[in-house]
């Protein structure tokens, strides 16, 4: 009975503070998105300056290094889109760790309170 409650409190919960959640989902995914553009920038950078400076120095093999790092840059700019898009979740879990295991008496009030927060805000909008 215990878990039931304590799972109907955290999908509550999930469901009260979802504002909060998607607005932090999205600004951390915005953030993520943008370091990866000038991470993938500042490898591409290197390795153009790398290649007409001659670091790359294996016996005429500079244009295949130069590619080859490019591709690994190419590949570390994918998976920091992935990285992106999965964090849109992170606060979701978290979230409802709090709110199921760690702190559910907290999570309750917290709950009670957003939803007179709510009820209050809806009301004055619908009144103007």
């Not at 999205?26 to 953030?31: K, M, N, T």
Request: proline letters at 2%.
């Amino acid at each position: 009975m215990v878990d039931l409650f304590l799972f109907l409190l955290a999908l509550y919960f999930i469901c009260v503070t979802a504002p909060i959640w998607v607005l932090t989902g999205l600004a951390w995914f915005c953030l993520l998105y943008i370091w990866a553009f000038i991470k993938f920038g500042f490898l591409l950078l290197i390795n153009v300056v790398s290649l007409f400076l001659g670091f790359f120095s294996t016996k005429g093999q500079s244009f295949e290094t130069f590619f080859s790092e490019v591709g690994l840059a190419i590949v570390g700019l994918l998976l920091s889109f992935w990285d992106a898009i999965t964090s849109l979740f992170d606060p979701v879990s978290y979230m409802w760790d709090f709110a199921r295991y760690e702190h559910a008496l907290l999570a309750f009030f917290i709950s009670i309170g957003l939803t007179i927060f709510w009820a209050i805000i809806l009301s004055n909008s619908s009144d103007s």
